[in-house]
Nanobody, 116 residues
Framework: VQLQAFGGGLVQPGGSLRLSCAAS????????MGWYRQAPGKQRELVAR????????NYADSVKGRFTISRDNAKNTVYLQMNSLKSEDTAVYYC??????????WGQGTQVTVSS
């Protein structure tokens, strides 16, 4: 399984970015897909997650109302739309794909830097 994440970059506070994660197979072959992030000196944390069956989403409290996870089934791609970005959103963002509760794949990280 390959997960290719891209879309990171440098953005000013209050700006927006959209991250994309393209999977090498149907995203419905996974129980869930998500985005995690890891800031320097901190543990990796869940940002947003979407369940394949039903499309249920959940978000970290820190991003609720600002970030939106979505998917394009035909393109086997999951997106993370990030609005109203803050400096504390600066991190390396990783996409993930869960085959099961004990089987998770990771994509390469993409750096998001929020700075003026």
């Amino acid at each position: 399984v390959q997960l290719q994440a891209f879309g990171g970059g440098l953005v000013q506070p209050g700006g927006s970015l959209r991250l994309s994660c393209a999977a090498s197979e149907s995203i419905f072959s996974f129980a869930a897909m998500g985005w995690y992030r890891q800031a320097p000196g901190k543990q990796r944390e869940l940002v947003a997650r979407i369940i394949s069956s039903g499309g249920i989403t959940n978000y970290a409290d820190s991003v609720k109302g600002r970030f939106t996870i979505s998917r394009d089934n035909a393109k086997n791609t999951v997106y993370l739309q990030m609005n109203s970005l803050k400096s504390e959103d600066t991190a390396v963002y990783y996409c993930s794909a869960d085959r099961s509760l004990i089987s998770r794949y990771w994509g390469q990280g993409t750096q998001v830097t929020v700075s003026s």
